[in-house]
Every structure is written in structure tokens, then in C-alpha cells.
């Protein structure tokens, strides 16, 4: 292994000379000087050795690796080819003490944009791409592509480099990737999210440092689309612990650890309660409870989607007869529908069966369909259900009014009943002039087309006032009541009834 390395060494500081358009062009002149010099003898030893010399420091293999490493889309060089610059990099700052960094970028929904404007618009974007990574860098930085929608880019090894400057360079290149793409006509829109580690010296080996990135990257993801994430060692703990609930999440409804917990919903006209919304939670035995940001793309990823719907639903309609059993006034439940589950072609006649078994009339269901679902669905079978279900009497809630795009016609092919604006919209609403206008014009729309409204993420006072003088009918968030278990809800419901007794009714003026 010793006689191995100087040879790699020596074919990486020596190939390029020779394998240059100066040498290969010499290589004629060579062999008439050879025969004038030392006659046959002599240019046959140079036409044998000279192959040779090249086959021995892997200049043949490394030319067929090079063209078989490259993207026909892009030009970059793939997988196989970045590792060996990144092990290459590593070996210099680990000799010389020099800086460098590996950032991994991922374009967001790239698949949804393929299958929305075709593989060859998505084929042109991730070309722009590469190229705008290329102008956001300096000469001698590598760009790799290692997968349709990931990239990847290692630094050259330099005396000065720091988090901060990596944090700019990210900033840059995402910048430079979220400019608008000219398409056949069309301004396409692209957000990326990138993970990075600085490597200081040569910290571990080049796996390593590539695994960290990753790392890091994936914990981006889980932050949101157009994120940046540095990797701490903090992560790897995260990462490890997410790959051991991937493998629990499967066994973890059937164990009665994942149960809903419900939020209330109020009235802003009378303060009473108009119903609670059931919201996945798990408690895990060793963990504590989980958030749903990190369970429930678990459970999309292992098809457990339409098993959770299932198991919601019954706990939801059995807590709102146990509400009904002890006189507690509680109108309605609502219970979120995955587009997995709206897919069944027997939903309706599941639901209706819930409903009969529990002696329930369809008004106490309020099915939750997030606006993305509903604006990114063509498929037929989605709005059969939909309908299907307000027509048995369902009410049919748009969650997250205001982030996926759902058109106005939407909301009458759909057969919505309520939207349900957005928290993004009603955060600091009291002291916003733009948020107040963004939702008066939501209201406005809404009260046209004959549909309620619910804000969701009100936690304060001043926006629950704000929202009731603009005609929002109902509220729901943590500063209404924040989501608990079924055990608390009747000692909520009862405190919060003495508090209407008290206080005056929070309500639009009508005068």
C-alpha cells in the first residue's frame, strides 16, 4: 500500500502535464528525434516505454473515468468523481493545515416541478443551475451534481475560512439558484436548501466529512424549504434518533402511542366554544413526546398515512361522545384528511359507517383537506370524495388558507364550508397594516362566496380582537387554548364557560 500512494501522488501532479495539448502535441517531434538521434533501436524503446509510463501512473483509466463521471445534462462531474476531489482536499488540509468546506445543496420540490412542466424543463433548470453555482464560486472550487435535484461543491483548501464566510458563500449561492428561470415564455421559481461543514485541518477522513454534510443537509430539510444548516455534531445524535423512529413509527399506532390531542375553536361573536380540531401527537416511552414536524413525514415515507387517519377519526368521534355524555356543548370536531387517505376510493362509505356506528349526524365531522392538497390535485377521485363527503353532510374545512394556491374555483368544486387562514397571516396581524389588509381581503372574498372563517395561530389578545372587528367568525391557537389531552379538556371547557360569565364577549361592532 506504501509503493501505491507516492504513484497516485505522482500521477496527480504529473498526468496533467502530459496529458495536456502542449505534451500530446510534442509527442510527433519526440519520435522524429528519437529515430534521428539513436536510429530504430531507440524509437522503438520510446514507442513501448511511453505507453507504459502513462498505463503506470493510471493516466488511461483516469481519462475513461473522467468522461464516464460526467453529467450529460450538466457537464459536472458525479458522485464517484467528487469523492475523489473531496479525499483530495481533505489530504491537503490535513498536510498543510489549510481550510476547506463540503456544502450540499438540494433543489426543493424539483420532482413536483418535473412532473408539473416536464423532465426537459427540469432537465433546463438544473442546467441553470450549474451554472449559476459556477458564478457564485472562485476558480479551482469544484461543483459536482449527485443527484437530479443535489449538488455539491467542495472549496479549495485555503489559509482563511470561517463559519460566518461560509454562511455568506450558502446565502450567495442560494441567492444566485432563486432567480427567476425564463422558460419557453414562463418565470419558473426554484428554492434550494444546503447543508455545509467546514473542515478545519482535516479533521476525520473525506466519508466522514461527506456524511456530515449530508447530515446537515437533511437536517435543513426538516427546517423548511430554502434552509441553511451548518453540521454539528448535535445532528448526528438527531440524525441517529430519527433513524431509530423510522423503525418504531411503524409499531407506535398499533401500541396506542400515537393519540390525538385536541385544540379549541371559539367563536368571536359569542365566545363560545364552536369546536376542537384532533391533532396527531406521540408519546414515546423513552423520548417523551415527539413533535409532528419530525413523526409524520416518518409515517408518510413508511405509507402509515391512511392507518393514522383511521385511528384519528376514532378517537375524535369517541371523545366527542364522551363530550356529549357528560353535557359538555361541543358542536363539532375537526380531523385532518391526508391526500393518501382522499385517495381511497371507499371513504366515503368508511366515514359514513364511523358516523353510524357512533350514533353521530355527518354536521359533528369536520373534514380538514390542506389547501396544497387541494390545489395540487387533479386527480379525480380526491374531488369525488370531497364532494361525496359534503354531501353526506360533512363540513369541508381548506386548511392553511393562503400558502398552497388553491384557486377561487377550487373552493366551490371542493364544496368548502370554511378556510382556515393561515397563521403566517395572522401573526402580528394588531400591528401590521399589511397583515390587517391581507386578511380583510381574505374575509371579504370569503364572505362573497358564502364560506365561514377560522384563523388559526392566534396568541394574543390583540389579534383576537382584530380579527373579530374584521368579521373572522372563528379563532383558534395558543392564545385561545393550547392543544391537550382528552382527560383536560372538560376542566378547560368548564373554566373557559366561567370566563364568558366574567368577562365581556370579545365581537365585531355592529353598531
Not at 87 to 112: K, N, P, W, Y
Not at 428 to 455: H, N, W
Not at 485 to 503: G, M, R, V, Y
Request: proline content about 4%; hydrophobic content about 45%; charged content about 25%.
Amino acid at each position: 500500500m506504501a509503493t501505491i500512494d507516492p504513484l497516485r501522488r505522482a500521477s496527480r501532479w504529473i498526468a496533467p502535464g502530459l496529458m495536456g495539448p502542449p505534451a500530446l502535441a510534442f509527442l510527433p517531434a519526440l519520435s522524429l528525434a528519437t529515430f534521428w538521434i539513436g536510429g530504430e533501436t531507440a524509437l522503438l524503446l520510446v514507442s513501448l516505454g511511453v505507453p507504459l509510463i502513462f498505463a503506470a501512473l493510471g493516466m488511461f483509466s483516469r481519462s475513461g473515468a473522467t468522461e464516464q463521471t460526467r453529467d450529460t445534462v450538466t457537464g459536472l462531474i458525479l458522485r464517484d468523481g467528487f469523492a475523489e476531489v473531496v479525499q483530495s482536499v481533505h489530504q491537503a488540509t490535513a498536510r498543510t493545515g489549510m481550510r476547506s468546506a463540503l456544502f450540499i445543496l438540494e433543489i426543493d420540490d424539483f420532482r413536483e416541478l418535473a412532473n408539473r412542466h416536464g423532465q426537459e424543463a427540469a432537465n433546463s433548470v438544473a442546467h441553470c443551475c450549474s451554472e449559476r453555482l459556477y458564478g457564485a464560486l472562485r476558480q479551482g472550487d469544484t461543483v459536482a451534481r449527485l443527484d437530479d435535484n443535489r449538488f455539491a461543491v467542495c472549496l479549495k483548501a485555503v489559509r482563511q475560512l470561517d463559519l460566518e464566510l461560509c454562511v455568506q458563500l450558502s446565502g450567495r449561492m442560494q441567492s444566485a439558484i432563486e432567480e427567476p428561470i425564463a422558460l419557453d415564455g414562463l418565470s419558473l421559481y426554484v428554492s434550494c436548501s444546503i447543508g455545509f461543514c467546514l473542515n478545519a485541518g482535516g479533521d476525520g477522513d473525506s466519508k466522514e466529512w461527506m456524511r456530515a454534510a449530508e447530515t446537515a443537509l437533511a437536517d435543513a430539510r426538516q427546517s423548511g424549504p430554502s434552509s441553511i444548516r451548518a453540521y454539528s455534531t448535535d445532528m448526528k445524535r438527531r440524525a441517529s434518533t430519527r433513524q431509530d423512529l423510522r423503525k418504531e413509527v411503524e409499531v407506535a399506532l398499533e401500541k396506542g402511542q400515537i393519540i390525538p390531542w385536541f385544540q379549541p375553536q371559539i367563536s368571536t361573536d359569542t365566545g363560545r366554544v364552536t369546536g376542537f380540531e384532533a391533532l396527531a401527537r406521540w408519546l414515546h416511552p423513552a423520548h417523551g413526546m415527539i413533535p409532528p414536524s419530525d413523526f409524520l413525514p416518518l409515517m408518510e415515507e413508511t405509507g402509515q398515512m391512511e392507518k393514522l387517519g383511521q385511528t384519528m377519526l376514532h378517537h375524535a368521534l369517541t371523545a366527542i361522545c364522551a363530550w356529549d355524555k357528560v353535557g359538555a356543548d361541543v358542536p363539532c370536531i375537526g380531523v385532518n384528511f391526508a391526500g393518501d387517505e382522499l385517495r381511497n376510493p371507499g371513504l366515503v362509505e368508511q366515514i359514513k359507517w364511523a358516523l353510524d356506528r357512533f350514533d353521530l349526524t355527518p354536521d359533528r365531522l369536520a373534514v380538514e383537506v390542506l389547501e396544497t392538497v387541494v390545489a395540487d390535485s387533479p386527480d379525480d377521485m380526491v374531488a369525488r370524495n370531497i364532494r361525496g363527503l359534503a354531501g353526506l353532510g360533512c363540513r369541508i374545512d381548506l386548511d392553511d388558507f393562503g400558502t398552497g394556491h388553491a384557486s377561487i374555483a377550487s373552493i366551490r368544486r371542493f364544496s368548502v364550508s370554511r378556510i382556515k387562514i393561515d397563521r403566517s397571516f395572522v401573526l402580528k396581524a394588531d400591528q401590521d397594516p399589511d397583515q390587517q389588509r391581507m386578511i380583510a381581503a381574505i374575509l371579504t372574498m370569503a364572505e362573497r362566496l358564502g364560506v365561514s372563517t377560522l384563523a388559526e395561530g392566534v396568541e394574543t389578545v390583540g389579534e383576537h380582537a382584530l380579527l373579530a372587528q374584521l368579521g373572522c367568525d372563528h379563532v383558534q391557537g395558543f392564545g385561545i387554548g393550547r392543544p391537550m389531552p382528552f382527560e383536560q379538556t372538560l376542566d378547560w371547557i368548564s373554566n373557559h364557560a366561567a370566563k364568558l360569565t366574567e368577562a365581556p364577549i370579545i365581537g365585531r361592532d355592529v353598531g
